[in-house]
Every structure is written in structure tokens, then in C-alpha cells.
């Protein structure tokens, strides 16, 4: 029979919306925690579930080999650690910010004696805990300090680990808040077309859902065509029939008195793709202008 191990303790450093979802799983899984925040009043109510609050950050590093970290931004993290000691310590931040903000700071946390993961959250707060949200975390940097930590990281949420650059799990995290506010512009604009006519909202609703799901298996044949190099379309949608259909759009626009804004920059894109004489192609083209 498998040896059954006890939950491994660990240390959480901030306990905003998101640390605190953090910290309530780990407590009722068992796991010894320590946490501290820099306004202590919001520690206090996670004692009354088993945390130890430790009086300042070197306290709380102190006390655990595992620890991570969930802040603000990445000069929060700076300003919680400076001076702290963080030998032989694996840091899970869990903060927002940029790949070059996470490879800076695997350096600084390896120059200190420390393993450093990086890591993106693909949920909010009230995913946490709940599997079957269908959150996780992206993790990329030390794939030792990944493996000695699998299980007490997937206690909150799902876990990906994507590479030992420290960058790649802020990378992957920001591409996918950049898809997800391209589609939120797209539904924004959908809505302010129909709003003011007799259109019930909420049965427009599910027909916007139904065809943005039936449109994203676009994102497969867009890697494919990147990865071939090939871009053109064979019998689906080309740009030219597309960049014609953006004249209607735009004059519906007009009609409906909605700004358009939101829809202009892809479609001003599109249309220097065609003028450069790729009107057999599908929209992946548009990617290549993009990179500076
Ligand atoms: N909440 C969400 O929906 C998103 C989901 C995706 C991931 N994000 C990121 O998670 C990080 C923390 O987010 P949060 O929701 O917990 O944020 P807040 O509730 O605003 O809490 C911020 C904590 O950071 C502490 N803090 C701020 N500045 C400093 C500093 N200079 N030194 C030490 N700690 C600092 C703050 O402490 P206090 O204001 O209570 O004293 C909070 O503990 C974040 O990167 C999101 O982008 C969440």
C-alpha cells in the first residue's frame, strides 16, 4: 500500500482577493501555514482557520522551505523581500507580471541561493478551490522545485508547467488575457449594435456564445498555417471575401449609431494584408504584421 505523507507546510506571503482563496484551500487541506500580509488586519480572520501569522516577510520565509508569493505587482515582491533571507527557499510568485519581469527575477532569486517558479493564474478567486472551474496555474522556471512541490500546488487550482524559462508561464498567461480581450471588444460591440432595438439581451446572449465557440477552432488552423508557413485558405473564408464583408459591418455600424472603433484596428490590418497581395489567404497573414 502506498505510504500515505502528511500535507507538506508552507508559506504565503499576501492575502489579497486571490491569496487569501489561496490560503483557505491549503488550510482545509491540511497543509501547515504560514501566511503574512503587509496590512496585518487582513491576516487576522485566516488564524481562526489554522494559519500561523508571522509578524513580517523574513518571519513567514523563515518558516517554511515552500514559499509563495501573491502580490500586488512585481515591485511589491521586491519591497516584501529586500533584505529577507532566502537560501535553500523554493519562491513560488505568483504575481502578475511580464517574461522579462519573471526571468529578472529567477536571477535575483537563484543570486540569493533560492529555486524560483514562475507562475500565471488562469482563474479568479472564486475558481479557487473548485476544480471544476477549470482554473489553473501556468508554472515555468525550476522544473526540481516544480516536481518537489506538484501536489501541494495542485491543491488550489490545476497546475500546467511549461518550461525552465522562468518567462514562459507570464508569457503564456498574458497571450491568453490578450485572446480573451479581443473577444471581450468583439461581444462589447455585438451588444451595442442590438441594445437599443426590441432585441432581448438575454436570448442574444447564447447565439453570441454559440458562434464564438464555433469560430474558435480557428486558433488550431491559425497554428497550423504559422507553423506551415502557408497561409492561404484552400476552400474557407480569404481575406478578400472578408475584407468586403467589413464594409457591411462597418456601414451597420454607422446605422445603428455605434462607434466602430473596437472592430477598426484588425480590419485597417486586414486590408493592408490585401493591398500587399495576399487576398487568397486567411487572416493568420495579419500576425506578420504585427511583429516590429
Ligand atoms: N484577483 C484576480 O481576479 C486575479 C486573477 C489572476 C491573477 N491575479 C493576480 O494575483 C495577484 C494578487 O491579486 P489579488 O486579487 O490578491 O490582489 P489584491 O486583492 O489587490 O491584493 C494585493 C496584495 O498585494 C499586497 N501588496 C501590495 N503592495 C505591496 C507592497 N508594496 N508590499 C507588500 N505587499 C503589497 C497587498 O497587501 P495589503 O494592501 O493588503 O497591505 C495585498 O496582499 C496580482 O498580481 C494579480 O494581478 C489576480
Not at 517554511?64 to 535553500?88: H, M, P, Q, W
Not at 513560488?92 to 535575483?108: E, F, I, Y
Not at 439581451?201 to 477552432?217: C, D, N, R, S
Request: aromatic residues 6%; proline residues 5%.
Amino acid at each position: 500500500t502506498p505510504r500515505k505523507t502528511s500535507p507538506a507546510p508552507l508559506t504565503l506571503l499576501g492575502l489579497g482577493a486571490m491569496g487569501t482563496a489561496l490560503a483557505r484551500t491549503w488550510l482545509a487541506a491540511g497543509h501547515p501555514l504560514t501566511v503574512w500580509n503587509r496590512t496585518p488586519s487582513r491576516a487576522e480572520p485566516l488564524a481562526g482557520h489554522g494559519a500561523r501569522i508571522a509578524p513580517d516577510a523574513a518571519e513567514a520565509v523563515a518558516a517554511a522551505d515552500l514559499v509563495v508569493l501573491c502580490l500586488l505587482d512585481d515591485a511589491s515582491v521586491e519591497e516584501a523581500l529586500t533584505g529577507v533571507d532566502l537560501t535553500g527557499k523554493d519562491l513560488v510568485n505568483l504575481t502578475t507580471g511580464t517574461p522579462s519581469q519573471a526571468r529578472a527575477r529567477a536571477a535575483w532569486a537563484q543570486e540569493r541561493g533560492a529555486r524560483f517558479l514562475d507562475g500565471g493564474i488562469m482563474a479568479i478567486p472564486p475558481m479557487i478551490g473548485v476544480p471544476e472551474s477549470g482554473g489553473y496555474v501556468f508554472y515555468s522556471g525550476s522544473s526540481a522545485a516544480f516536481e518537489a512541490h506538484r501536489r501541494t500546488l495542485a491543491v488550489p487550482t490545476g497546475t500546467r508547467y511549461v518550461g525552465e524559462d522562468a518567462g514562459f508561464a507570464a508569457l503564456q498567461d498574458v497571450a491568453l488575457l490578450s485572446a480573451m480581450t479581443g473577444m471581450f471588444a468583439g461581444f462589447s460591440h455585438a451588444f451595442a449594435l442590438v441594445r437599443k432595438e426590441d432585441i432581448d439581451l438575454k436570448e442574444f446572449a447564447p447565439l453570441l456564445v454559440e458562434w464564438l465557440v464555433a469560430m474558435a477552432p480557428a486558433t488550431h488552423s491559425t497554428a497550423e498555417q504559422l507553423t506551415s508557413g502557408d497561409y492561404t485558405t484552400g476552400v474557407a473564408s480569404n481575406l478578400a471575401m472578408m475584407v468586403a464583408g467589413n464594409t457591411t459591418m462597418l456601414r451597420t455600424a454607422e446605422e445603428q449609431g455605434v462607434s466602430s472603433e473596437l472592430l477598426l484596428p484588425f480590419m485597417n490590418l486586414m486590408e493592408r494584408r490585401l493591398k500587399d497581395g495576399h487576398g487568397d489567404e486567411s487572416t493568420t497573414g495579419v500576425i506578420e504584421l504585427l511583429s516590429r
